[in-house]
């Protein structure tokens, strides 16, 4: 086991977990950002940058400081180790660099696109990012590709995390992924559309932090936060069944795998629970999803709300960016 300190909280983990692993068993606001590392793909992180943190010391055996910050998905803890996220500058002014680079290609088209509204780039450049753009170059474009009759690829949008290689690679039976090119010529392999037929090609769409990979079923249908999430199930003799239902009214628009705090999918679904089953009445349903207060999916989507709490978690928020160091308890809390 080794101990170390994430912005002054100690927490113990397993030797050869990563930094980010260990600021999640932590929690809260200071877990660094991360938007192509994905526990349930294997080899996935170390591309983005945008988890990126400072280490202090490195351990209790070799006290230096790491010369450079680290991707904090891709580096594992020592003991005796000391991290800073939060409370270093330089990493808030790397990481807001890091949002400047990923943006510099990254069209600013939310008002059109699927994804607004439950999108980490989007997320992630409203916290850390600069509120005005340097670049003056041309920006690349793509022509759309459809990938089979259910999923569209918008590459323009695509910030080559490589996750939707990893599902092509991990959860379908050929070999059928690749980025082709380098540097701004780099883009997704059009082979990808090869992974179309397999039972679980759909989950390309859930895993890509941006609107490059959208469901053509719901497509332009509507803005998510006016949708209605319900956790649902149904007997599936491919996947667990257990999905959201993005619904209006009775209307089923959209189902979709469900995700963690994190954003990640831990049971991935099966195309013909994606795709096929847009009735109501081929699911049981469980209830209400719940939806962080922070997400703009939060609109209009009552649940019954501990105001107690809630006042606590703004306190907290507003005692943080104040740069106060929060009672330990509470982070986990
Ligand atoms: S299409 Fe989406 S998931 Fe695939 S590499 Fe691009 S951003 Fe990542
Ligand atoms: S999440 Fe660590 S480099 Fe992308």
């Given at each position: 086991m080794a101990k170390l300190t994430i912005d002054g909280v100690e927490v113990e983990v397993p030797d050869g977990?990563?930094?980010?692993?260990?600021?999640?068993?932590?929690g809260g606001a200071?877990?660094?950002?991360?938007?192509?590392?994905?526990?349930?793909l294997k080899e996935t992180g170390g591309k983005c940058r945008?988890?990126?943190?400072?280490?202090?010391?490195?351990?209790?055996?070799?006290?230096?400081?790491?010369?450079?910050?680290?991707?904090?998905?891709?580096?594992?803890?020592?003991d005796g180790m000391v991290v800073q996220n939060l409370t270093s500058p330089e990493v808030l002014e790397a990481r807001k660099g890091v949002v400047e680079f990923l943006l510099l290609n990254h069209p600013l088209d939310c008002p059109i696109c699927d994804q607004a509204g439950e999108c980490d780039l989007?997320?992630?450049?409203?916290?850390?990012?600069?509120?005005?753009?340097?670049?003056?170059?041309?920006?690349?474009?793509?022509?759309?590709?459809?990938i089979g009759d259910?999923?569209?690829l918008h590459m323009t949008r695509c910030i080559l995390c490589y996750r939707c290689t990893y599902v092509a690679d991990q959860l379908t039976n050929e070999r059928v992924h690749g980025v082709i090119g380098r540097g701004?010529?780099?883009?997704?392999?059009?082979?990808?559309?090869?992974?179309?037929?397999?039972?679980?090609?759909?989950?390309?769409?859930?895993?890509?932090?941006?609107?490059a990979l959208t469901d053509r079923t719901f497509r332009f249908k509507s803005r998510v936060w006016f949708t209605d999430p319900k956790d649902a199930h149904r007997n599936c003799t491919k996947c667990s069944g257990k999905v959201v239902l993005w619904m209006k009214g009775d209307e089923v628009l959209r189902v979709t795998a469900r995700k963690d705090?994190?954003?990640?999918?831990?049971?991935?679904?099966?195309n013909e629970c994606r795709f096929e089953h847009k009735k109501v009445s081929d699911w049981t349903v469980e209830g209400p999803r719940h939806i962080d207060r922070h997400s703009v999916i939060a609109q209009n989507h009552y649940e019954k709300i501990d105001l107690q709490k809630l006042k606590k978690e703004v306190e907290r928020q507003l005692e943080f960016q104040r740069g106060k160091q929060l009672p330990e308890n509470e982070i986990h809390s």
């Open positions: 977990t990563s930094i980010l692993n260990a600021a999640r068993q932590i200071l877990v660094p950002p991360a938007m192509c590392y994905y526990s349930s945008v988890c990126l943190v400072k280490v202090a010391q490195g351990s209790t055996k070799d006290p230096r400081p790491m010369p450079k910050l680290v991707a904090s998905c891709r580096t594992p803890v020592g989007q997320n992630l450049a409203y916290e850390h990012g600069a509120s005005t753009t340097r670049y003056e170059g041309e920006r690349r474009t793509f022509e759309k590709i459809d259910k999923i569209k701004d010529r780099a883009e997704i392999s059009t082979y990808i559309q090869k992974a179309v037929d397999n039972d679980f090609s759909g989950n390309m769409i859930d895993v890509c932090p941006v609107g705090q994190y954003g990640e999918v831990k049971e991935y679904i099966c």
